[in-house]
């Protein structure tokens, strides 16, 4: 077991969480990430392989899926794939193996940050963020979008909870432009 | 404390007084006020001086098309100019000044430009200065900007926070008047998902303005009524204080909601307004119309204004701009505000109709067939000179007169994509044509549908066509359905002073002037005489202004032109445009690994695009920043030296055509690559400029990790990706961009293998024999953490450079630190970085400049012939490869005391300097602490046969003559005998 | 503007960066005679049409694609979006 201590992307020892009115933000840096991208004519069979994986169906665009294991959707025959940092710290070599040569999975673990948002009034937060249609932005969607110019992917989990992943290195940015938007937003 | 010309009734709270202070007086008003009907309820008609000639001024109309009636608002850094007071949302402690007087609104020194209004015609600005030349910047151009203009800035930022928000809707409905309110009920009620925005803080547009009935209900209480239930729907959301500002491509608007504007003070983080992006299916603009003025002798004194605005007043507001009110009318409409007013109490002087045949009255007098003359009152109407029919004159002793032109619909958001608007003749006014903004729809008062009656039928007609819907729908209440009777009157006869544009002093004659001098176009006279332009873009004068160049013309309006109207619908302020993307926040900062434990170290930081990155790090008692630099590279050189380099770009290329894929974007070859070695790489436009260069790493057959330089990593990512998909989309490649995960640190100097070895887990061997130069590969570090090693070097010393995953680089930083203390290890910044690579000669950004070759930079031979890749063919191009091209060489001064300045440049020893004997130029330099001398990087014409020539390096802009000595690029350790050891 | 994206569906226009005429596509076979002029050509010469208009975006803040869109350009009125990867393999292009 190595000996180095890690900090969050907002470099602290511990995640920091901030509460607006009914919302709540949360920095989730406990969580691993790999990304899969099929090889050329090994669509289906990476598909496969990717549900087995997940325990559940391959999710379709713009959908993720799972459960301790979930993947989404983030490009054509492309996916980022998440599990608790805790027990999948080698993600990407569990990912790898379970793959096998259908597809290219790369660590993805420390490229991105997460910010959780949970509470009633996430659209009002999200509509000062970014474009996206939140009428349709249910439950299982994910969409890629650009958050005060940061790229970013957004997850709905349930009409009272959703993810926020952006890059790592403008961790702080992003923490800001959600914190300001809470409150100018509740 | 007086409010004497308050009225009884009105949609203000009269339980509540709130006080205001406008030009430093103290008032009373109510919630639901404007500042304008607050001003007039206090008996206030002056509130301005116009722009050019600084004629006394008062309010015209009770909406956002106001001309006459703006001021500074607030106080302080909040202080915004040129805000109309007959928006502005009374509260308590509200404050307001007048503007462009000096020294105060009643004596306005520079009211004497009136009094030289012959010399101050169409034009006088273009006609006045034009010469000499030299005046214009230190003479006249600052005396203009003191007389004339607007509203004064505080000069200070704002201090408050504005927001940016996007919504998407099935149905946006623009204006909550009659048929905005039809429209959104119809709508609402069928279950679309709608948003329904108004300007005003108060639904109902003219609804709110008029004593009609609609149903069995007063107008006012019907909107009431409808807004209520609208509220109660979850699909429809209201936006009140929300101006629909633009219609832009494929239903995009663009609104701006005023939050917190109406506030006294705003709540912490709350934006003072949100610039909405609302993203819409269909759009049903029900803007209403806008009351137009007529022009006569002097009728823009306070107190003259719009018949319309008189009856909002009086009918929403309870004032009356005076107690004696004549009206001047061409239409039907004027004598509504006469018997509206006369209703409440407001005694009516007369009204003065153009018409032979106006409609009769018994409560007032209504003299049919006259014109008003002429006006009287320095700083406020007191008489109106009437002509009658018979050619008798009437003087009538007045407060307030009230005019009525007909009605211009509000056609603007019609026209924000070139839609022209068309001529309807039974209005004498302009609607909106068939070429509109896809998606959008036009109901009510701005379709030219000018009943009450018909407004709501029109309003759900336009829902019903909009949503496609079908079914039973709601009833529509019986409302006023009278038919609108005017006479086209734009103006009266022989008048010396009658003002169209009363914002920026344009009169009739004006117009004709312009006319006469050969600006015949509308957009020309609008640019000559500045109509129609500043904060109302003309919304009262636009119209009346074509009537009369068509008459001068002799053709008709339609004929003579329309002017187009461009977004935004009124004033925004530039900090609403800006949103949260300001100050530090302009664009998101990103931060390295190591940031936290360099700003420990007291790094100073420089900005390389959105990175922030240690540019170097300052021991106490170093003065001057090429103390710390000079340290950071003699001791890198001598021992080991770290730099975060976590900035380059990394891309994962995998896929079994990796490496043929690698082979196309990069000019030199990367088949034979063995696993387990890296690869300098050169990437060229297809046009054989150098375009970015790093390295690639082979960490498998199929698995490539690509590095950029910092600056393009997001460019280089997007032209891979073309070539993947656009040009060989069948090639088995994928590319990932992994720049965030890794924390990657040069480890660089003599000393750096022996300080990698302490952390580096004893499994792996780094010797120079198992890990030599350009070698990589997967390894653990401090007991088992996953990372990767590269030999690589931009120093050109032996070096490394280390990578983990990023939220073990602050604690990897510190590590490395601690287990160096042994070796004297220094942290370097990009400063340190950028001395030792120009000793080293390696190319960098400023070299890669986009308009050098491979062969400039002195890679001509990388670029391999032997197969295809981006860029090569046009590489070869006759003068790219010309014998006395520009090459890359160093430079270095015959005097060491003197100094190599970037951006110079070379020139023979002797002959002319100038641009014709220009031998090539300098693109970076630095002082070499080893070489204890200034040294420079450039290109020179046929630099690669010039080695030992002196030179002479210009820079004439800084008067710089450096006598230098053109040397090979390599300054150090030209053999590589360092970063192989 | 407002971009339909073949698989994501609408998407507003400033998510993309664009590139230009989606003639890029059409690269030159580097071995031919006459690649060199074929290239120049290629490289410099567009056309500008007062119309429809193919053109390539990348969705850059979105899933990575190169899309090919056609574009009146007079109106903006967006006629078309494909993948360009399956525009480009209809063009004949491979490996």
């Known amino acids: ?186 | 404390m007086t409010q004497n010309n308050r009225l009884s009734g009105g949609q203000i709270d009269r339980n509540t007084t709130v006080n205001f202070r406008f030009d430093n007086r103290s008032y009373t008003a109510h919630p639901g006020d404007t500042l304008a009907s607050a001003l007039l309820a206090n008996d206030v008609r002056l509130v301005g001086r116009s722009f050019k000639y600084h004629r006394p001024r008062g309010l015209l109309t009770a909406g956002s098309e106001e001309p006459n009636g703006i001021v500074e608002l607030r106080t302080g850094n909040r202080q915004e100019p040129n805000t109309r007071a007959t928006t502005i949302e009374m509260f308590e402690g509200l404050e307001a000044q007048s503007q462009n007087r000096w020294p105060s609104l009643k004596f306005d020194a520079l009211g004497v430009n009136d009094l030289f209004s012959n010399f101050l015609s169409a034009g006088f600005y273009y006609k006045t200065f034009m010469w000499p030349a030299a005046f214009w910047e230190k003479v006249y151009e600052p005396i203009i900007r003191r007389a004339a203009g607007l509203g004064s800035l505080s000069m200070e930022a704002d201090p408050d926070e504005y927001d940016k928000g996007f919504r998407h809707c099935d149905l946006l409905i623009i204006g909550a008047g009659p048929s905005g309110l039809m429209a959104a009920l119809t709508a609402g009620r069928a279950g679309a998902d709608v948003i329904l925005a108004d300007e005003d803080f108060q639904f109902g547009g003219r609804l709110n303005s008029e004593t009609l009935s609609v149903g069995d209900q007063s107008a006012s209480d019907w909107a009431a009524q409808a807004v209520a239930e609208l509220s109660t729907m979850p699909n429809v959301r209201l936006m009140a204080r929300t101006t629909v500002i633009g219609a832009f491509d494929h239903g995009i608007y663009g609104a701006v909601e005023r939050t917190g504007d109406h506030l006294p003070t705003l709540p912490a983080g709350k934006p003072r307004q949100i610039l909405w992006r609302i993203y819409t299916k269909k759009a049903l603009l029900c803007a209403g119309a806008t009351e137009r003025p007529i022009a006569f002798e002097n009728n823009d004194r306070p107190g003259i204004m719009m018949a319309s605005a008189l009856r909002t007043y009086a009918n929403r507001f309870a004032v009356t701009a005076s107690q004696r009110v004549a009206i001047f009318t061409n239409n039907d409409d004027g004598h509504r505000t006469a018997a509206d007013l006369h209703a409440k109490g407001v005694h009516i002087c007369a009204v003065i109709d153009v018409r032979e045949d106006a409609p009769v009255n018994y409560d007032y007098e209504v003299l049919s067939g006259a014109q008003v003359v002429n006006t009287k009152g320095r700083l406020g109407l007191t008489f109106v000179e009437v002509a009658l029919p018979d050619g008798s004159t009437r003087t009538l002793e007045c407060g307030a007169l009230g005019v009525s032109g007909g009605w211009n619909p509000n056609v603007h958001l019609t026209c924000h994509q070139r839609g022209r608007p068309v001529w309807n003749e039974d209005l004498a006014a302009f609607v909106p044509g068939s070429n509109l903004p896809v998606g959008l729809t036009v109901a009510g008062a701005a379709n030219g549908v000018m009943s009450t009656q018909g407004a709501l039928q029109s309003g759900m007609d336009g829902a019903v066509e909009a949503m496609e819907l079908s079914g039973k729908l709601p009833d529509l209440p019986e409302a006023e359905d009278a038919p609108a009777s005017q006479k086209p009157f734009w103006y009266v006869e022989g008048c010396k002073r009658a003002w169209l544009d009363q914002q920026n002093d344009v009169t009739v004659k004006d117009v004709k002037l312009s006319y006469q001098e050969g600006f015949r176009s509308v957009e020309h006279l609008k640019r000559y005489t500045t109509l129609g332009m500043a904060t109302d873009q003309g919304k009262t004068s636009n119209i009346s202004a074509l009537a009369i160049m068509a008459e001068v013309a002799g053709k008709s309006i339609p004929e003579t032109g329309t002017t187009i109207f461009r977004p935004p619908y009124t004033p925004v302020p530039i900090s609403t445009f800006a949103g949260r993307m300001k100050g530090q926040e302009f664009h998101p900062t990103r931060l390295t690994p190591s940031h936290y434990w360099a700003k420990e170290r007291g790094a100073v930081f420089v900005e390389v695009g959105n990175w922030l990155r240690a540019q170097w790090f300052p021991l106490p008692g170093e003065t001057h920043w090429r103390e710390s630099v000079d340290r950071e590279a003699r001791q890198t050189r001598a021992s080991v030296g770290v730099c975060d380099c976590t900035t380059l770009g990394k891309i994962d290329v995998q896929g079994t055509d990796a490496a043929a894929f690698l082979n196309r974007v990069y000019a030199n070859g990367f088949a034979k690559l063995a696993v387990g070695k890296t690869r300098y790489g050169l990437m060229l436009r297809e046009d054989g400029m150098a375009m970015d260069d790093g390295t690639a790493a082979r960490l498998a057959e199929d698995h490539f990790v690509v590095t950029t330089t910092t600056a393009n990593a997001v460019s280089v990512y997007r032209h891979m990706e073309f070539v993947r998909q656009c040009l060989f989309p069948d090639m088995d490649v994928q590319l990932i961009s992994t720049t965030e995960s890794w924390a990657q640190y040069a480890v660089a100097g003599p000393n750096s293998r022996k300080l990698l070895q302490k952390i580096v887990d004893p499994d792996f061997d780094i010797s120079n024999d198992a890990f030599p130069f350009m070698a990589c590969g997967n390894i653990t570090v401090c007991g088992g953490l996953r990372a990767r090693l590269f030999r690589i070097s931009f120093s050109g010393e032996l070096a490394f450079e280390i990578a983990v995953p990023s939220r073990y680089g602050d604690a990897l930083m510190r590590r490395l630190m601690t287990e160096g203390e042994e070796f004297d290890v220094v942290p370097y910044g990009t400063e340190a970085l950028g001395v030792m690579r120009i000793e080293k000669g390696h190319a960098a950004g400023n070299e890669l400049n986009g308009t050098t070759t491979a062969l400039n930079l002195g890679l001509g031979k990388m670029v391999s012939k032997k197969k295809d890749s981006i860029g090569s063919i046009l590489s070869e191009r006759e003068a790219l490869v010309e014998p006395d091209v520009l090459r890359m060489v160093g430079i270095k001064p015959v005097s060491s005391e003197e100094k190599i300045t970037a951006g110079g440049h070379l020139m023979n020893s002797a002959g002319p300097v100038d641009a014709a004997h220009d031998q090539g130029y300098v693109t970076s330099a630095a002082y070499s602490p080893i070489l204890n001398s200034s040294i420079g990087l450039g290109f020179l014409k046929d630099g690669a046969n010039r080695m030992g020539e002196k030179m002479r390096l210009v820079s004439p802009l800084t008067d710089l003559t450096v006598e230098v000595e053109i040397v090979s690029a390599h300054f150090v350790d030209p053999e590589g005998e360092r970063l192989r050891a | 503007m407002i971009i339909n994206h073949p698989l994501l569906g609408p998407r507003d226009s400033s998510e993309f960066t664009y590139l230009g005429d989606a003639s890029l596509i059409d690269r030159p076979d580097w071995q031919a005679e006459n690649a060199a002029e074929a290239f120049y050509e290629y490289g410099y010469l567009r056309d500008n049409p007062a119309g429809k208009h193919q053109e390539l975006w990348f969705h850059e803040a979105g899933d990575r694609s190169w899309l090919v869109v056609t574009r009146d350009t007079t109106t903006h009125e967006i006629s078309k979006v494909e993948l360009a990867r399956d525009l480009a393999r209809a063009r004949g292009r491979s490996k």
């Not at chain 1, 890690?6 to 995640?15: C, N, R």
């Not at chain 1, 993805?108 to 999200?126: C, E, K, S, Y």
Request: proline share 5%; aromatic share 4%; net charge negative.
């Open chain 1, 1 to 186: 077991m190595h000996d180095l201590v890690a900090i969050t992307a907002l470099g602290g020892s511990e995640p920091q969480v901030d509460t607006v009115g009914g919302v709540t933000c949360r920095e989730v840096p406990a969580v691993a990430l790999a990304s899969v991208a099929s090889r050329m004519g090994q669509e289906a069979s990476a598909s496969k392989a990717l549900a087995k994986l997940i325990g559940a169906p391959t999710p379709d665009v713009g959908q993720h899926a799972g459960e301790t294991i979930t993947a989404f959707w983030a490009g054509p025959d492309q996916w980022m794939i998440e599990a608790p940092f805790e027990t999948h710290e080698d993600l990407a070599d569990q990912v790898k193996s379970a793959m096998g040569d259908t597809a290219s999975v790369t660590e993805q673990t420390d490229g991105w940050t997460r910010f959780d948002l949970n509470g009633d009034q996430i659209p009002a937060v999200l509509e000062l963020l970014c474009m996206l249609d939140l009428r349709k932005f249910d439950a299982g969607c994910v969409a890629r979008c650009s958050i005060h110019h940061v790229g970013c992917f957004v997850l709905c989990r349930s009409p009272e909870s959703c993810s926020v992943y952006g890059p790592r290195s403008s961790a702080g940015s992003l923490h800001h432009a959600i914190v300001a938007a809470m409150r100018s937003a509740l």
